[in-house]
Nanobody, 120 residues
Framework: QIRLMESGGGQVESGGSLRLSCAAS????????FAWLRQAPGEARERLAT???????TYADSVKGRFTISQDIPGKMIYLQMDNLKPEDTAMYLC??????????????YGQGTQVTVSS
């Protein structure tokens, strides 16, 4: 079992940038696939990006070209760089982990989330 804790959320103007961080603690870091998701009030949770143990990444169409997921294996950190933010990006952002390091199964662990608010 691992624990995930997000940080870095806040309020930013449209067109601005934020970098979210997720600290992973517990079992060995390198055996997991990690993901960033978001959920806005009244909307379904959306998976934004994944990164596997070889740092291969995937992105949702809604954030492709604007968001970048990365990981620092020695530091046990996962990041989401968000550029050219839009008001519709306003949501609670969560870090999650899949016990399958190749991202082939469902997510098993979630953090508490960090709020991102983008003003127009």
């Amino acid at each position: 079992q691992i624990r995930l804790m997000e940080s870095g959320g806040g309020q930013v103007e449209s067109g601005g940038s934020l970098r979210l961080s997720c600290a992973a603690s517990g079992n060995p870091y390198g055996t997991y696939c990690f993901a960033w998701l978001r959920q806005a009030p009244g909307e379904a949770r959306e998976r934004l990006a994944t990164i596997d143990r070889d740092s291969k990444t995937t992105y949702a169409d809604s954030v492709k070209g604007r968001f970048t997921i990365s990981q620092d294996i020695p530091g046990k950190m996962i990041y989401l760089q968000m550029d050219n933010l839009k008001p519709e990006d306003t949501a609670m952002y969560l870090c999650a982990a899949d016990q399958d390091p190749w991202c082939r199964s469902s997510l098993d662990y979630y953090g508490q989330g960090t709020q991102v608010t983008v003003s127009s």
